[in-house]
């Protein structure tokens, strides 16, 4: 039985089953993050079972998987205890992909080159062009 099978058995959380199995590798949390390249503190939140410090559940599953690639150990166990959503957090957008950036009543008057005449008033190659006389 691995350490995870034990830890499994004993009712530890998913943050205390990887601590155990860095430990039982023998890497410091610093070296792990280096190996993974995330922050020391993404992985001490992850070990601590503080989700609230990290991004959303899809980031805490895949750095949990990531972590027990490296260690080599089943992750099975592992995301069984992390916390699951029921649903995504992304809204639902009734517009779609072609919704306007702007309110229609918000547009500007004109597009860029009648701004752009408002600030030069006259044609740019009157101050250095002149018709010969």
């Not at 922050?39 to 972590?67: G, Q, T, W």
């Not at 080599?72 to 957008?93: G, I, M, N, S």
């Amino acid at each position: 039985m691995s350490e995870l099978e034990d830890g499994a058995a004993d009712g530890l959380t998913a943050g205390a089953l990887l601590r155990q199995a860095r430990e039982a590798a023998g890497l410091h949390v610093s070296t792990l993050a280096a190996n993974l390249k995330v922050p020391v503190r993404k992985l001490e939140a992850l070990e601590e079972d503080r989700y609230d410090l990290l991004p959303d559940a899809v980031f805490v599953r895949a750095l949990a998987s990531s972590v027990c690639r490296t260690l080599k150990v089943d992750p099975q166990p592992v995301l069984e205890r992390l916390p699951q959503t029921p649903h995504p957090r992304l809204a639902q957008d009734r517009d779609g992909i072609n919704a306007p950036f702007r309110p229609a009543g918000d547009v500007p008057r004109g597009g860029w080159f009648d701004q752009s005449r408002a600030r030069w008033p006259s044609p740019w190659w009157r101050c250095c062009w002149r018709p010969s006389s």
